[in-house]
């Protein structure tokens, strides 16, 4: 199946909604138009930490946002409290959960009059809004599609040691990481953070590309493949990655060393462990999961796919994708080829 995409760039219209979290927390909505009304319902787009709404609409020859636009579907893109576009905050993935997600959910629900919608969400957006669909906070979900991990986050060894011992020498002198320190170190913390990653990393010569892979990962680079990415989106993404608060690293250390996701604020809402019981949805998942991400590892979503199956045999899919590591699932340079259509094959059916 070939996506529809257009010969040229359509011109879309962007729309900001704000909205307040439950705790107060002002978050916003992108809703993305094109020149005819959308034929198909909503589409929320969730993005993952230390990023923001804009990380699915890289300036490839069809980003997902274009593809969807082109398809019919009604797109909906959700800065939550950890977008770089928000007010820096010390955030959790169980406020997010809780008080981000329904309220993006109940959103576009009323904003469109309908009562059902489904959703494509990323990396600590998967996570996060993975823990409101199975905890019944978002029952208006019907279909999830998650890319690099849910509820069961596997790093590589690097990473694990990462998390384990430099995480907590960290938050005695910073409360974030910051990718912008590759173009301007502000502190002392942020020099030295960027000394260590240029004496680290030298695969290529974008200081953010590499601050990002010291950030989330392991590997050279850790968040994509170069050879994926064109050149025009190595160089955006340059300005589409800021600050991640070392809360978020702290609790996915024990997440890390629970091998599944853990509640850490004390939420009712929330269950302490998320596969302590059989999910609160009938929401259908497709999970994908690059072959070659260096940041959360395949089986993530392999386990996470199991643990749904046994749920409802036959209900959910997985994808594993051949040459495709973590974000250039949605930022390569032929995504439009080897990955949309398949997303919008999983958007299109019939439950």
């Not at 002002?26 to 094109?34: A, E, I, P, R, T």
Request: aromatic share 10%; net charge neutral; with cysteine.
């Amino acid at each position: 199946m070939t996506p529809p995409t257009p010969s040229t760039k359509p011109v879309l219209r962007d729309t900001i909604i704000p909205f307040r979290a439950g705790d107060g927390f002002d978050c916003n909505l992108v809703h993305v138009q094109g020149d005819q009304p959308p034929a198909k319902g909503p589409v929320l787009l969730v993005h993952g930490a230390g990023v923001r709404a804009n990380i699915f609409r890289a300036p490839t020859a069809a980003n997902l946002v274009d593809v969807l636009i082109a398809s019919g579907f009604d797109v909906w893109l959700e800065n939550w409290r950890a977008s770089i576009d928000l007010t820096p905050n010390l955030w959790t993935l169980d406020q997010a959960a809780v008080h981000d997600h329904p309220l993006a959910v109940r959103t576009v629900c009323e904003r469109t009059g309908t009562s059902e919608l489904k959703a494509i969400i990323h990396c600590q957006g998967s996570t996060s809004f993975t823990m409101s669909v199975v905890a019944g906070l978002v029952p208006e979900v019907k279909t999830v599609i998650s890319n690099a991990v849910s509820l069961h986050p596997i790093i590589p060894a690097f990473s694990r040691f990462k998390i384990t011992y430099a995480t907590p020498l960290l938050r005695l002198v910073t409360d974030y990481l910051n990718p912008q320190w590759g173009l301007r170190a502000p502190t002392w913390t942020a020099k030295l953070v960027n000394l260590l990653v240029r004496l680290t990393h030298w695969e290529c010569s974008n200081p953010v590309c590499k601050e990002v892979s010291f950030t989330y990962g392991s590997g050279r680079p850790a968040l994509w493949r170069h050879e994926n990415l064109d050149e025009a989106t190595h160089e955006w993404l340059k300005w589409e990655f800021a600050q991640v608060p070392l809360t978020f690293f702290a609790q996915m250390k024990r997440c890390v060393e629970c091998g599944h996701l853990v509640s850490v604020s004390g939420f009712k809402e929330l269950p302490a462990d998320f596969i302590g019981q059989p999910p609160a949805t009938d929401a259908r998942f497709a999970f994908f999961a690059g072959e070659n991400n260096l940041c959360f590892l395949p089986e993530s979503q392999v386990k996470t796919y199991r643990y749904f199956d046994q749920q409802r045999r036959n209900y959910h899919s997985l994808y594993t994708l051949a040459g495709y590591g973590h974000l250039d699932v949605f930022m390569g340079a032929n995504a439009a080829r080897d990955v949309f259509p398949l997303m919008l094959a999983e958007l299109d059916k019939v439950a």
